[in-house]
């Protein structure tokens, strides 16, 4: 078990930065998650940190030891693939006992280990099946029991769960975290999938375009987005452009447009007044009241309904705040009573903000909602 | 799309009258070794054939032949195996070039090439022309390309994740290529094996224009046409080459057919 210091790292391939500059911390003993969309370099990080991918400058090191330019079969990690890896000419234990033998484990701890590394991964029995006769979940388990059996540094997923089905990879996220809780590996995985990475994850990397947006705990990315991707990668979220009136413990900001004053705090970032800022409110955030509890929230507004649609568990507004689109997620029992709201106004209020700064003449759009059933309205500024 | 049924009699008998053209010389050589005679439909059952074969000449070329294909072949899997695999699986300088420059036998007429090699073999190895190991070194020469692309097919259709996984487990790269990437490629290496040995044991335009000293069969059996002109025993001699040759690669199979379990399912 180890931690993780990467210092300035640049890959690049032609004249593209896959990683661009990346400096971070993993702490030891974290879940970390690597996430963000298709080609934002976060294969490429976990690549180097495997020694699979050579940097072109900067450092990686793995504990005290600086690892950057270490060759992958001296660096004592475990790795597993998106694409099935497990060796097909040899059975389950003769896949988990040839990592051992390559360490050097003493031959009478080997089978007791790859019996109890079997155990770990619930395919105790399994041991004389090759990959062709185990299904594509259970191959996937034997390549973590195979990496993890010789108590490797590092535990390295790259995105392992895209080649299964969609309730297998529900099962098998939560059987990585049950084991990341059982052996404290420091264990660093790769995945697009905000679900996954926001489910098992205590430390959360974003990474976009070869750079890291933000890192911190799931909850932490989730309320205090701080670049306009972060916002808009998590979740779907609502923006309107504003002007920030008063810094300080609470921050003033009015909404020119709209001609509307909103109070919060930002955690994070100290603002001035007459710092541009995007006001961020999340759809699932918005909760929806009757006028005599509008005073016990700090924000209210008024929100014409154009179309109320149930989607099961949630009802999705679409409505307008003056003429600003917006989107709300209603949860809750009570949800059902809104599906007729379509033409009234509603009063919300807003139970969480977030401030992003803002670049003059910049518009929001949510280029990449990992909800499953939501794009988010676009806001233009006037 | 469902054809009507009187086209699919046609093309099934276009089909079988095709192979029945590429088949019939084996089918005719065949016949002419038990009737001593070459014409169609057979006259007359006769084995004088078999006796008019000079068995001690015919056998010590067979001899030749077999150990003509046992070291060309070892020596093509000892060259091309590791390009093919430097070809499929790295990147380095020159890397086109090296992939184009391989195919160059295939691209020349055999006879010229083998005819450039008899040159640089007259002016540098004057000595040595017509003996055994440049006989060997030729004759692989021209099955560079099949061998090579065969393993570089096999190595293609192999996943590099294996490799990779091979790699971070702390296995280094000569480990890796011995216990994880050969056993993977197997059936294409033993495919390219038994190519390079009929090539080779069959080879005609090496050792002849480079006048193998010791001729392999294919040569002696053309001396023969040369002097006596075509006669039922050549059919004798060409089936029962074929039936050697052969055999040895149904052995080969057999031996390894534990390499090929799976590649067939």
């Known amino acids: 078990m180890a931690n993780v210091r990467i210092n300035e790292l640049v890959k690049r391939f032609d004249q593209v930065f896959a990683v661009d500059h990346v400096s971070v911390e993993i702490p030891e003993g974290s879940l970390t998650a690597i996430l963000g969309p298709s080609g934002c370099g976060k294969t490429t990080l976990l690549r180097c940190i495997a020694g699979l991918a050579m940097p072109d400058s900067g450092q990686i090191f793995i504990g005290e030891k600086d690892v950057t330019r270490l060759e992958p079969f001296k660096r004592n990690l475990g790795m597993v693939f998106q694409r099935p890896s497990m060796f097909p000419h040899m059975t389950a234990f003769e896949n988990i006992a040839w990592g051992l033998r390559l360490r050097n484990w003493p031959k009478r701890d080997v089978a007791p280990r790859v019996h109890e590394m079997l155990q770990l991964v619930h395919l105790d029995g399994m041991e004389n099946r090759t990959a062709r006769q185990l299904s594509g979940g259970q191959a996937q388990r034997v390549v973590i029991a195979r990496a993890l059996a010789p108590e490797p540094d590092l535990l390295l997923l790259d995105e392992p769960l895209s080649a299964l089905d969609a309730k297998l990879r529900d099962e098998l996220i939560l059987e990585i975290a049950e084991i990341h809780r059982k052996t404290g590996c420091t264990t660093i995985l790769v995945t697009h999938d905000q679900g996954e990475a926001f489910t098992i994850a205590d430390n959360v990397l974003l990474m976009n375009a070869g750079r890291i947006e933000q890192q911190g705990a799931p909850i932490d990315i989730y309320q205090n987005p701080r670049t306009l991707f972060s916002a808009t990668f998590i979740g779907t979220n609502n923006f309107l452009p504003g002007v920030v009136l008063e810094g300080g413990s609470e921050v003033v900001v009015r909404i020119e447009a709209l001609d509307i004053i909103f109070r919060t705090q930002s955690s994070w970032k100290e603002f001035e007044p007459g710092d541009l800022v995007w006001v961020c409110m999340r759809a699932d955030d918005i909760d929806i009241i009757s006028e005599d509890r509008a005073s016990s929230y700090r924000n209210t507004i008024q929100v014409g309904v154009d179309h109320a649609s149930l989607t099961g568990g949630i009802v999705i507004i679409e409505g307008r705040l003056a003429d600003q689109p917006l989107r709300i997620h209603v949860g809750g029992s009570q949800r059902f009573n809104l599906l007729d709201s379509a033409g009234k106004t509603i009063v919300c209020g807003l139970s969480h903000i977030a401030l992003i700064p803002r670049e003059d003449g910049r518009q929001a759009s949510n280029n990449g909602a990992v909800s499953s059933l939501l794009t988010t309205t676009p806001l233009e500024r006037h | ?265």
């Open chain 2, 1 to 265: 799309m469902r054809l009507p049924r009187y086209i699919m009699v046609i093309l099934n008998i276009y089909a079988l009258m095709l192979a029945g053209i590429m088949i019939w010389p084996v089918i005719q050589m065949m016949l002419t070794s038990v009737t001593s005679d070459v014409v169609f439909p057979p006259r007359n059952f006769s084995l004088a054939a078999f006796e008019r074969v000079l068995w001690d000449g015919f056998f010590k070329s067979m001899g030749v032949s077999l150990q003509l294909g046992l070291w060309s072949t070892l020596l093509l899997i000892a060259i091309c195996l590791p390009a093919a695999y430097a070809l499929e699986r790295k990147r380095f300088p020159g890397r086109s070039l090296l992939g184009a420059v391989i195919f160059v036998p295939n691209i020349f007429p055999s006879i010229t090439y083998v005819i450039a090699i008899g040159v640089y073999v007259a002016i540098y190895f004057i000595g040595l022309r017509g003996e055994f190991p440049i006989i060997v070194v030729a004759t692989a020469m021209g099955a560079i390309p099949l061998v090579v692309r065969t393993i570089q097919g096999s190595l293609a259709t192999t996943d590099e994740v294996y490799e990779e996984a091979a790699l971070v487990m702390g296995a280094n790269p000569l480990r890796t290529f011995f216990k994880i990437t050969l056993p993977l490629i197997a059936p294409g290496v033993i495919t390219a094996a038994t190519i390079a040995f009929t090539f080779s044991a069959t080879n005609f335009l090496a050792p002849w224009i480079l006048g193998a000293k010791e001729p392999p069969v294919a040569v002696y059996i053309y001396r023969d046409v040369e002097r006596l002109g075509f006669t039922p025993q050549l059919a004798v001699q060409v089936l029962v080459m074929e039936f050697i040759i052969l055999g040895i690669i149904q052995a080969l199979y057999l031996i390894f057919r534990k390499q090929f379990r799976g590649v067939f399912a």
